[in-house]
């Protein structure tokens, strides 16, 4: 469904994604690991077309996305950080999003999932971090889309509403979407995913199974596995 072919991406000196190769097949749940400033958002904003790469091409559906913009209403995309017009009322951004997309969405159904019926007629000025990014997952999920993207969605979400999230990426998946998901809690990532990909200084070490990196380092979760890695790259 998605491949990168030779992408990078330079900020002035410094190359953050260095030849990046990689394949994302239909369906399933792919995760984008990596430290801080390995590259992970940069990819996922040259995947949306949000930044532009200096070489190398991107294909959806076996088409190349460089300069085209349509192909994005294929994408649902949580940005990182959430930012909404603080004089709207949460019932206000959700009927203005379906207009701009010209779609009824989904909403009430979401809406109910992570218990924001008391919430619609607040302003977003007024709600928390974590009931915001509860908005932000509602508008996210709202429209029927093939690829899911989620950049670290699960900040700020209480165990109730992380319990949620991970039912609908479970049922996401199983109605044949496909998901990409940055996030730094391993636990998540072994919870729902079923590939991972490593990226450490702008370039891809690992891409497979969980088990398959388990197996690779000698390590018996995650969170190990990923430090072995990249000290491992680090400290070689």
């Known amino acids: 469904m998605i491949r990168v072919s030779g992408l990078e991406k330079k900020f002035g000196r410094q190359t953050v994604l260095n030849g990046i190769e990689l394949d994302i097949a ?24 949000l930044t532009h790469p200096n070489e190398g091409e991107i294909f959806i559906h076996d088409k190349a996305v460089r300069g085209k913009w349509k192909y994005r209403n294929a994408i649902n995309y949580l940005p990182q950080i959430a930012n909404f017009p603080e004089n709207l009322r949460v019932k206000e951004l959700f009927s203005m999003i379906k207009d701009i997309r010209q779609s009824p969405g989904r909403d009430e159904r979401l809406i109910e999932i992570f218990n924001l019926e008391p919430y619609l007629n607040k302003k977003l000025s007024t709600l928390s971090g974590g009931t915001v ?71 891809i070490y690992y891409s497979g199974s969980v088990q398959g990196l388990l197996e690779k380092t000698q390590q018996q979760d995650l969170e190990h596995a990923i430090a072995h890695i990249t000290k491992q790259e680090l400290y070689a």
């Not at 792919?30 to 590259?39: D, E, H, M």
């Open 26 to 49: 239909e369906g399933g749940i792919y995760a984008i690991l990596g430290p801080n400033g390995s590259g992970k958002t940069t990819l996922i904003k040259c995947i949306l077309g």
């Open 133 to 203: 990014q509860k908005v932000n997952l509602v508008l996210t999920f709202m429209f029927d889309s093939p690829i899911v993207i989620l950049d670290e969605p699960t900040s700020g979400l209480d165990p109730l509403a992380m319990l949620k999230l991970k039912e609908l990426i479970r049922q996401e998946r199983a109605a044949g979407k496909t998901l990409i998901i940055t996030t730094h809690i391993m636990q998540f990532v072994e919870e729902v995913s079923d590939r991972i990909v490593y990226l450490l200084e702008g370039k």
